[in-house]
């Protein structure tokens, strides 16, 4: 199924049934095909009320590199895993580049729908912060394609298109 490998996974969040929570950071998760993060509280299984059909909110994700020249553009020493809210922080892949195409992490397939929007808890990490995050600088929205489990250190390969669950 793997065709190169681009990446890995560098740290993995949960969000917290409370919105303004931190989020968790953990050592595994298990993903559902079409639905999301296994025990994710807040996005599990949700549904568009736009299209009624699953939403693309299922798992998010965002490049180490991009965080750490947002925290240099902000005079910052670092922005700290997971202060940015995405369930996977990662090395080595330029995730906006991916946009439209499928990887492999894990046991798991994930197909990179669109680029994340940021939102206002942005500039409670820093003020100025949620404007960086525009225009490519963002992270990335994924949907699962095939569940399994992703873990810290788990390669990232771009992989051959799987049918969807």
Known sequence: MSQELVGRVVSLHLHPA??????????FIDVVAGKGIEGEPRYFGRISQATGQPS?????????????AHAA??????????AVRANIETLGIDLIACVGQ???????????AEPRTPCEKMDAVCKGLRELMQNNRQGVMAQLVKSGRIRVNDPIKLAKNVRPA
Request: no cysteine; glycine share 10%; charged share 25%.
């Open 18 to 27: 409370k919105p303004a929570m931190p989020l968790k950071p953990v050592d």
């Open 56 to 68: 693309r909110r299922q798992l998010s994700l965002i490049e180490r590199e991009q965080i750490a």
């Open 73 to 82: 553009s902000l005079g910052l020493e670092t922005i700290h895993p997971g």
């Open 102 to 112: 499928q990887i492999e992490i894990g046991g798991a397939v994930l197909f990179l």
